[in-house]
């Protein structure tokens, strides 16, 4: 058990761009945006040249389509996986005690400075998450509420190569302009819809090479369907065969809409989602502050349970922490619980099997589960056994703000 019954976490190595000699005065936290800003441009070529492999490699008629990736991409998946999962953990660190120095922050250059720290590792988290998908194993495929906000973040991210640093070096300019506010969740599969507006955005980007201007934007139909336009300045064919495909898939449609002199538009409709999306919380607010209540954190990261218990600790809740699905259950056995908060991917027993065995011991306490795989594991239906999904690095208002409406276990009140 890390840290015993006491609740701490029994580990001394705090990560290094937080311990105090790196933040103590605040002064060297512009050092840690550049670092984060340049590992996440790595990682963001990676991941569109990898596409971009991919995709070449599907288009060759002369090569069977695979009915699973070869030896050779399974491999780099199993080890890319692993190394994803370790620094998505490293990250969600850095984000935890980010909010944790934020709320003690002494001044507002300070607490600015802390919020870009912030804002960077959680977008390094999102660009991990896409190399994660591509090569790594991944969730199982279900359909599912998907949330289009979420879908064009992550085809805009795969993309921005293209229409940003590609498009600087060859001085031209691309406005990309996002128009979702209000747009309901729909019915289908995460990834697949992810794909199709990623091919549709690259098709758009090929009919700007002089620049221009690319907007997405998406809306409810009376009728209730969803509409989504992909719309650019461009002239000349997309290639849609694969995008119509999804959209056919999905019970949709997807056609063209010419404007001559003025770009083109293709459309996509989709049915709407009647459930909505189980959501990882939004940190532009600060944490609603709620009674003492006795939190179970379980992950076998022991850094990212001493960030969390840290978090957790200095807005007045206990907290017990478990390594592992079964420790977790031997303190369920013998203590009373408020919330337990687990992360996914563990071994020996995964996030969802303590979920299910949580639920048929205890199924009033509820259970939060953290993940780095993000808003396509809501569409699994194993979140059934959950009561919140949250994605990875945790946001303190993710991880806090629910706590207010939580009622305390029988066990604690009597005392």
Same mark, same amino acid.
């Given at each position: ?198 091919? *549709?955005?690259?098709?758009?980007? $090929?009919? =700007?090479?002089?620049? #221009?201007?690319? +907007? %997405?934007? &998406?809306? @409810? ?82 850094? *990212?349970?001493?960030?969390?218990? $840290?978090? =957790?600790?200095?807005? #007045?809740?206990? +907290? %017990?922490? &478990?390594? @592992? ?91």
């Amino acid at each position: 058990m890390s840290g015993g019954r006491g609740g701490g976490v029994a580990d001394s190595s705090d990560p290094p761009l937080l311990q105090a000699g790196a933040v103590g005065g605040y002064e060297d936290i512009p050092a840690v945006v550049d670092r984060l800003r340049s590992l996440k441009a790595q990682m963001d070529g990676a991941v569109h040249e990898l596409r971009g492999w991919w995709h070449v490699r599907s288009r060759d008629e002369r090569l069977p389509e695979p009915d699973s990736p070869p030896a050779a991409v399974r491999g780099l998946g199993d080890t890319v996986g692993g190394l994803a999962h370790n620094f998505n953990n490293s990250l969600a660190v850095i984000v935890s005690y980010t909010d944790l120095l934020l709320k003690n922050a002494a001044d507002d250059t300070t607490a600015r400075r802390l919020a870009v720290v912030r804002q960077v590792a959680r977008e390094a988290a999102g660009t991990v998450r896409l190399l994660q998908e591509f090569l790594a194993r991944r969730p199982d495929a279900t359909s599912g509420p998907v949330a289009l906000q979420a879908v064009v973040d992550d085809a805009l991210a795969l993309t921005e190569p293209r229409w940003r640093a590609a498009a600087d070096r060859r001085g031209v300019r691309i406005g990309v302009t996002r128009e979702l506010d209000g747009a309901p969740p729909v019915h289908g599969n995460y990834l697949d819809l992810r794909e199709a507006f990623t091919l *549709l955005i690259a098709s758009a980007l $090929d009919a =700007l090479p002089g620049g #221009g201007d690319l +907007v %997405v934007r &998406a809306w @409810s139909d009376p009728s209730g369907w969803v509409v989504a336009q992909v719309r650019d300045t461009g002239s000349g064919i997309r290639e849609l065969g694969r995008a119509s495909a999804i959209a056919e898939r999905h019970g949709g449609t997807l056609r063209t809409l010419t404007d001559m002199g003025q770009g083109t538009t293709v459309e996509l409709r989709l049915l709407a989602s009647s459930c909505q999306i189980i959501g990882a919380g939004d940190d532009s607010h600060p944490p609603l502050i709620a009674e003492s209540r006795r939190i179970l954190l379980v992950d076998d990261d022991p850094r *990212l349970l001493r960030a969390l218990t $840290d978090l =957790l600790q200095d807005y #007045g809740h206990v +907290v %017990v922490s &478990a390594g @592992s699905g079964a420790e977790a259950l031997d303190f369920l056995r013998g203590d009373s619980i408020d919330l337990i908060v687990t992360d996914l991917g563990m071994p020996g027993m995964t996030g969802w099997e303590l979920a299910a065995e949580v639920k048929r011991l205890s199924p009033e306490i509820p259970v939060y589960l953290m993940t780095g795989w993000g808003e396509e594991v809501a569409t699994d239906e194993r979140s059934r056994l959950v009561d919140r999904i949250l994605a990875k690095p945790v946001s303190a208002e993710a991880l806090l703000s629910p706590l207010a409406a939580l009622s305390r276990s029988p066990g604690r009140a009597a005392q």
